[in-house]
């Protein structure tokens, strides 16, 4: 009896399989409150909010954390009908120190810790940014962020030659600046470091305007720079496209039809191309 | 009779197919008509135009309006002339709610309401701005948007991942840009709502300058979410590029002739390649 | 014998075909006139290089019209060497209306014009500007121009549809930017076409930062319209890319060796695919 | 026994292969000592980091000079072992010229220089700036700057055509310019040169906002190249990603599995995929 409460809890906090209605709306109940934990933390910040709906929005941080303290616990309680972590001890350790348990966590100690040790004003403000970090909650339920995470595992090298790439033009392109420009502008090339903030804000084409070449030398050097190095910059996001298609692209593969052997794309998603594919192999 | 006439009628007001000479000229003379009016309600704005063609363009809406409140009317009364909608009530009510016919409705309303219901001026000067609503009337010929819309439809669950990721990405670099220069620049960033703003500017790569980090903490961290970011909201380009390439490919396919069965190609658009593709063919 | 010279002298001021040295070096010293004309213009409006250089300019300029009008005489003169322009009058005035030969009489008619018609100074400095026109004159021998117009010229549907939902998207951010800053910033959003130009600068991510909402609902909206319009204002990027790679694509195909049957690229440029694509062959 | 030594020494300083532990561990010493050189020289910039360890840099740096100094001359020593550069005068000269050699020599001669030479100190200070060129030295170990090197060569001619593409538009749109916005803005638009400023800031979308058209005319046009100009700039972005994506595609080649003759790509990656070609294949 207890060992199937156990087993029935711990159904229902992972994220629920079609058909088992109940952990469906306990999910839904989850990230319906993560994402107003969310907004209520970004709009808790505007004055105007703070000082009309502060203490209502104090009372649903309090609902919110007691909420997520209660599915710790149980999680952390029923984890053991688990097959891998069955041990009451050492499962259950090994089941905290998952990232997803961990980030559980980490989604109510900002709330806890204040608690038990004391701290200044300015420690508190900063311990609430970390409220936000219950958006990575989504995660379980989340399929765009699992994307994403994938994605970026799966094109881990190519990110890194990339990132590899960038870094050395970012350095030429702000030590050059910087012996060119800082006698000129001594305040904002100030020094090789200062300098790529200048690199940086060009590079990615954001272009604020608080920094650029004053002179003619380097205005020819800022526009080399710019041609150069923009093409140079996209490549990661080349990268993540690409990545980004693939997975797409995989995701469709369920559909039981036969497969391009080539891109993995669907053949015959519309019927006169598989038509044309039997047609094409019988020609030979 | 009455009733040739009326299927006549609905023909002409449909899009017209090939051959049928009388619906091509009316189709032409309304989305000429649908085009003048977006220009006049774009340079009616300017006072020079306003001063000097006032008179004009006021007699060229009542014009439009006209034309457009006759078109209307004849497709509601002749829609009846179509099998889906032969029910002289409720056939002409299902045929009223569909979207292009809203939208015909849309395009004529903000003329009669202000006569139906009083309205102060500003409220009238908003309503004008309905009047650019005309512009789907397009919709009904224009291929452009209709792949627009079938892009965006097609691609809708790529765009919503990419939309989550781009949400996310904006919630976490506003709300710590917001800690970061909160006390440099107590106007800019006086919540995170309003460091969205640069996020946003910063993120799309607008970059107009009026916000940026000025503390070298700040500078550090708009450096990185520059170079992180902006990766990331290119994801939605890329996918509404790949979904426009993918839809201008499908569109080719109304030529007969073999088709790549693993892109939807055609094969063969140059005589050597298609050679090439029966000599591989025939090779095994 | 006059025949012959004719007839050579169209060979050598046509493109060379390799084998033709005299064409060749004709070919080379008029790219390097040209080039050499285009710098020449650029420079001259730098006042020190006017102050200092101005009468070898204008000579290299004197020496560079005498050059274009000797080729221009001598084109029209040979042209009946070809068989489609060999009647001495109708064949001359057809062969004159192709688009590269009237460049070349555009090429040196800035410099006749004011000689035969009187002008004032501002006329004849716009007409100044119309000897860039000689670049044009590259086309005849610079692939890469040639190369550009024949992907505009194959993307021209695509192109096409991407203007008008950019167009579309124009008109209705220009126009909710109006109604939604006109007051607040009576003079850069003073009409819609003045509101255009925050458009167009934001939706190409240019970003200048001249014009840039003030009012919080404004930079709602334009928050809006850089996170919708950035994606849609790539697809001409997008579109060119494509082509782009497709036309380069064409141009590998003059090898010998079998080609892809789908994509039209070279298959087995690495022995080691071309051996998997046998292997996969007979496998069948 | 010297011969060995010498061979010895050749193989651990060039890229260690598997199994030579002594080779791999020189090798990372030398990339760590390359890299903190990299970030010595742009640290020492900042006066707070110069004043504060600045005699701890400039040992660093004798430091490196002398490692460097000695692998030099170790490599110039050793080379001989290699069969190409047998000889001991003609060998040791030709592999002095390789490129990465060349490099070696350049990442110490910024410091003997000034001893052999009398400078003033300006020079001294450029002359510091090519100690940044040491990075280059990691070209011999980093599979990033080796792959950027063979997509800029692969990509040659794609680049060239894209470039002169830029160029040709570049001209256009600051010789246009100039002649607008001359009278508007004689400091801006002092002379073609000083307008291409403008056209680069633009036409990469950095847009910084120090130089933009005021007059209207001059905003139609900036718009209009814009518009035109963004698609054509980014040529070189989609070429250089396609270049990219391309020699990731080669690096997966190693591993022995059919591949598909058409892009290149790994058949098989997933076993459906490939029961998908057999049965495609077989149905022929």
């Given at each position: 009896m207890y060992k199937a409460i156990r087993k029935r809890t711990f159904e229902i906090l992972e994220p629920g399989h079609n058909g088992d209605l109940t952990s469906k709306i306990v999910d839904l109940f989850i990230m319906l409150l993560i994402v107003l934990n969310v907004v209520a933390v970004v709009f808790e910040t505007v004055p105007e909010v703070q000082s009309r709906f502060g203490p209502y929005l104090h009372a649903f941080d309090l609902f919110s954390v007691g909420v997520f303290t209660v599915e710790y616990l149980l999680r952390i309680w029923s984890c053991t009908a688990d097959e891998h972590y069955r041990h009451p001890v050492t499962g259950r350790l090994r089941f905290m120190v998952r990232p997803m348990v961990l980030i559980d966590l980490l989604a109510i100690l900002p709330f806890y810790l204040p608690k038990l040790f004391p701290m200044d004003m300015r420690e508190v403000r900063v311990l609430r940014?970390?409220?936000?970090?219950?958006?990575?909650?989504l995660g379980r339920y989340s399929t765009a962020l699992q994307l994403l995470g994938r994605i970026l595992y799966n094109k881990k090298e190519e990110l890194a030659v990339g990132l590899v790439v960038m870094l050395i033009l970012l350095v030429f392109a702000s030590s050059s600046m910087y012996y060119v420009e800082r006698e000129a502008q001594p305040e904002a090339f100030s020094s090789i470091p200062a300098a790529m903030w200048w690199s940086v804000v060009t590079l990615t084409t954001?272009?604020?305007?608080d920094v650029s070449p004053v002179t003619p030398l380097g205005k020819l050097l800022g526009a080399f720079v710019a041609l150069i190095g923009v093409g140079t910059f996209a490549l990661p996001t080349a990268i993540l496209a690409n990545g980004f298609m693939q997975e797409i692209d995989r995701r469709h593969k369920d559909c039981g039809q036969p497969r391009c052997p080539h891109c993995g794309g669907p053949i015959g998603r519309r019927k006169s191309d598989y038509k044309t594919y039997q047609y094409a192999s019988k020609a030979s």
């Open positions: 940014l970390f409220r936000l970090l219950r958006i990575f909650k954001v272009g604020y305007g």
